[in-house]
Antibody
Framework: QVELRQSGGGVVQPGRSLRLSCVAS????????MHWVRQAPGKGLEWLAV????????YYSDSVNGRFTVSRDNSINTLFLEVNSLRHEDMAVYYC????????????????WGQGSLVIVSS | DIQVTQSPSSLSASVGDRVTITCRTS??????LAWYQQKPGKPPTLLIF???ALRPGVTPRFRGSGSGTEFTLTISSLQPEDVATYYC?????????FGGGTKVDIK
């Protein structure tokens, strides 16, 4: 069955960096675009970034563009999110998610989600 | 960017009630809308895609409808296990924006 196992969260000081990981199993990881979504405490869902299956396309939300970097290593079925220059407002649970491909172009809805990684920004 | 507005932000209804949640987009997105359910402490799960297609395994109590800029998620007969927060999401073009969420509980 499809599983997305996340790691890398924790307590980080403002201005520091962190790398989140998402290890996929149960499907052909290299064939699917992958997304990152976050949820601040008590708040709604915020889409952050997408990376295409071959890494040729990467897109970010305005709120994290320039500070966050999405990457993947298809040889080890792993998705990454490098989060830099952390701010208090970046404190959230971060989720990775797979999408259902759209053969007509663009990006699809999310059918599987990781369990989430909590990032706490505190001095 | 296309804005996604969901209403109401919360609602309380009795077991067996029909519940309706609305999602509006600032531009025509055809039927490129999904609905998710999220229970406390858990990741979201997909309920509906392409505005009205029920994900296999999801109870048919959930029904999605609409196209263009106005969409609806209906729970035909609210059950205790439906207590959750529901989100709509537009997809295809980035950013893949979510609505603000609707928290549903039992009266």
């Amino acid at each position: 069955q499809v599983e997305l196992r996340q790691s890398g969260g924790g307590v980080v000081q403002p201005g520091r960096s962190l790398r989140l990981s998402c290890v996929a199993s149960g499907f052909s990881f290299r064939s699917f675009a992958m997304h990152w979504v976050r949820q601040a405490p008590g708040k709604g869902l915020e889409w952050l970034a997408v990376i295409s299956s071959d890494e040729s396309q990467k897109y970010y939300s305005d709120s994290v563009n320039g500070r966050f970097t999405v990457s993947r290593d298809n040889s080890i079925n792993t998705l990454f999110l490098e989060v830099n220059s952390l701010r208090h407002e970046d404190m959230a649970v971060y989720y990775c998610a797979t999408e259902v491909p759209r053969w007509t172009g663009g990006f699809g809805y999310f059918d599987y989600w990781g369990q989430g990684s909590l990032v706490i920004v505190s001095s | 960017d296309i804005q996604v507005t969901q209403s109401p932000s919360s609602l309380s209804a009795s077991v067996g009630d029909r519940v309706t949640i609305t999602c509006r987009t600032s531009q025509d997105i055809r039927n490129n809308l999904a609905w998710y359910q999220q229970k406390p402490g858990k990741p979201p799960t997909l309920l509906i895609f392409d505005a009205s297609a029920l994900r296999p395994g999801v109870t048919p109590r959930f029904r999605g409808s609409g196209s263009g800029t106005e969409f609806t998620l209906t729970i035909s007969s609210l059950q205790p296990e439906d207590v959750a927060t529901y989100y709509c999401q537009k997809y295809v073009s980035v950013p893949l924006t979510f609505g603000g969420g609707t928290k549903v509980d039992i009266k």
